[in-house]
């Protein structure tokens, strides 16, 4: 079990590009998850998919944000014309849907957007 | 709306002592699942302890307890005999499962554990 990875660990991008983060989840797990988490907060919600399909999405995923996950393993996460308030860092997790649906995290991807 | 409360955001402990985080949520749902993970700098986020709503046994896991009140919506973490390495930040977290999968967090809570 090589656990959830993610790439790149860190990105600096000036405001207004595109950027685009990859996840990799548990190989057994058909759920996969976004979160976003600022400086000293707890993660919030963006969006999860089951298998390909992405099943929920929360109002803090604007218009310039996408999430595939196009044969239902790996996922990426693309945020066009970046603004400052992007700055973060974006997490992911996975899970096997049975019963306590524990998701297991990733070590994150930290936006900078200058 | 789900919500989950940190009331404590910063605590210390001696090393050996023990400490309990405390932890509230509010939700109209019966069909839910309370978590607590740990955050150390800089490092990824690690499930610690989970418990079943429908379950009245609190949960064990080595040094770390919790002491789940139903009806009160508390959900406290109790770690004894605390080590160097829980230095942390210690989020709670709920997941409703009639209300879609996703997680939600409390604040967050900064542990501190002294030498």
């Known amino acids: 079990d090589t656990g959830v990875s993610q790439d790149p660990r860190h990105k600096i991008t000036k405001r207004g590009q595109n950027v685009t983060f990859r996840c990799d989840p548990i190989?057994?797990?058909?759920?996969l998850y976004w979160y976003r988490q600022t400086l000293g907060q707890g993660p919030e919600f963006l969006t999860y998919?089951?298998?390909?399909?992405?099943?929920?999405k929360s109002r803090l995923l604007s218009d310039r944000f996408s999430a595939e996950r196009p044969k239902g393993s790996f996922s990426t996460l693309e945020i066009q014309r970046t603004e400052q308030g992007d700055s973060a860092m974006y997490l992911c997790?996975?899970?096997?849907?049975?019963?306590?649906?524990?998701?297991?995290f990733g070590p994150g991807t930290r936006l900078t957007v200058l | 709306a789900q919500t989950v409360t940190q009331s404590q955001p910063e605590m210390s402990v001696q090393e050996a002592e023990t400490v309990t985080l405390s932890c509230t949520y509010d939700?109209?749902?019966?069909?839910?699942?309370l978590f607590w993970y740990k955050q150390p700098p800089s490092r990824q986020m690690i499930l610690v302890i989970r418990?079943?709503?429908?379950?009245?046994q609190n949960a064990t896991e080595n040094r770390f307890s919790v002491n789940f009140q139903k009806a009160a919506k508390s959900f406290s973490l109790k770690i004894s005999d605390s080590q160097l390495g829980d230095t942390a930040m210690y989020f709670c977290?709920?997941?409703?499962?009639?209300?879609?999968?996703?997680?939600?967090f409390g604040g967050g809570t900064r542990l501190m554990v002294k030498p």
């Open positions: 997790a996975s899970s096997f849907n049975r019963g306590a649906d524990t998701q297991y």
């Open positions: 977290a709920s997941l409703f499962k009639n209300a879609g999968n996703m997680l939600t």
């Open positions: 939700t109209s749902e019966s069909n839910y699942y």
């Open positions: 998919f089951q298998n390909e399909a992405q099943l929920e």
């Open positions: 418990q079943e709503a429908y379950k009245q």
């Open positions: 190989s057994e797990h058909n759920r």
